[in-house]
């Protein structure tokens, strides 16, 4: 005797997987969401994006270390607006790949305070790195936002 399958709602089921446009999209768009769920792909692909971005900023760093230096008003001006603008830049990042982190755990059917396991030097982000290739679990959807017209619908009815 076969137990029939429950169909389930598209937006309850894990993230599907999705290209690299299409994840930094998510990751600007979703920046301050802390529920909900990411994919695999979205979150690698991110992860990819930021070693990519990384490695060039750094690398344009080590070529040019007195950029900064200057002697005229005009120029420091320019220095001062450009790291004003990399601060919020950086803060931003921060605070997105912390959310894109949140709602990883969360397809894996876990909770988003495992996240603090970043704190733990090295073997925290070892632990955060191998939940993050962890499959998704369809258990996750307990961390999706309530579709508020099915949730009023269940209350009228």
Sequence with gaps: MSIPQQYEPRATQPGEPVGPLRAVGNYVRKGFQFSGRASRSEYWWIALWSLLVGGVLKYAQTQNEDWMETTNALGSLVGVLLSLVLLVVGLLVVIFSISLSVRRLHDCNLSGWLYLLILVPVLGSIALLII????PDPRGVRFD?????????????
């Excluded at 993050?132 to 499959?135: E, G, I, M, S």
């Excluded at 936002?145 to 009815?157: L, T």
């Design 132 to 135: 993050a290739a962890l499959p």
């Design 145 to 157: 936002n309530p579709n508020p017209r099915r949730v009023q619908e269940n209350a009228a009815g």
